[in-house]
């Protein structure tokens, strides 16, 4: 996980933390630091400056704004829009005026998060989006700009996530809390489970269908668990 085996971030004021997280969304959208490093032209440890807190240079923040796809702005202050395609709005959303003022926008990636055997399916392009009420994410303590849409195949995860549900993710929640599912990569699975942190150090992977067995990650093989975030809402077809 970037912020390091134990799982603890350095001290940080709170607009640096504000600012992490968004570098940690664009990390969860490429899979793994290392894979957004090499994509914005950087070096693994000098990104990992950055994810601990660390004050980028103007070239390298240009760079990881270019390799996530969003706008400069955004990354360095959070002012909206995020996307480099989005208009906004004389109040300053990405949304249209009217009704839709009321409402946030979570992009839906072209990604299948597998609720089964672990199979990985799907590129990383943003095929649609979802729309939220703004009201409710706030009631929810949710920020658009952390959150991301992906679907779910598979049945380990029945009767709680269903092949085909959409799942909306956190991704500024990395910690594995017991009781909740994440959106996790193990090497090059992409999985919705339920993790539970040991007291050895160790972490437990879990599906709520039964016929799935645990798995135990020890603490020497973290670094091939890349918790994306958080699931905070499924939705499906009756």
């Known amino acids: 996980m970037p912020q390091g085996a134990n799982g603890i971030r350095p001290s940080t004021s709170e607009k640096d933390v504000e600012f992490i997280d968004r570098l940690r969304m664009l990390v969860a959208k490429e899979g793994s630091a290392t894979a957004f490093a090499k994509k914005a032209g950087l070096s693994p440890?000098?990104?990992?400056?950055?994810?601990?807190?660390?004050?980028?240079t103007r070239p390298a923040l240009v760079a990881m704004a270019r390799a996530g796809g969003v706008r400069l702005e955004w990354l360095a202050t959070g002012e909206p829009p995020m996307q480099l395609h989005d208009k906004p709005n004389e109040a300053g959303s990405a949304l249209p005026l009217g009704v839709w003022g009321d409402f946030d926008l979570v992009p839906l990636y072209d990604v299948r998060i597998s609720a089964g055997d672990g199979a990985f399916v799907g590129g990383e392009t943003i095929k649609g989006q979802i729309a939220f009420r703004k009201d409710w994410l706030r009631q929810e303590g949710l920020q658009v700009s952390q959150l991301v849409a992906a679907i779910a195949v598979g049945d380990s995860m029945e009767p709680t996530i269903h092949d085909g549900d959409v799942l909306v993710i956190d991704c500024s929640k990395h910690e594995p809390d017991e009781g909740f599912v994440y959106a996790l990569r193990i090497n090059d699975e992409l999985r919705a489970k339920r993790l539970q942190r040991l007291i050895d150090g160790s972490v437990r992977v879990s599906s709520d269908?039964?016929?799935?067995?645990?798995?135990?990650?020890?603490?020497?093989?973290?670094?091939?668990?890349?918790?994306?975030?958080?699931?905070v809402w499924k939705g499906n077809r009756i």
């Open 45 to 56: 440890s000098g990104f990992q400056r950055y994810l601990g807190g660390g004050e980028p």
């Open 209 to 231: 269908n039964k016929a799935y067995a645990d798995e135990v990650i020890d603490s020497s093989d973290l670094h091939q668990l890349h918790i994306l975030g958080r699931v």
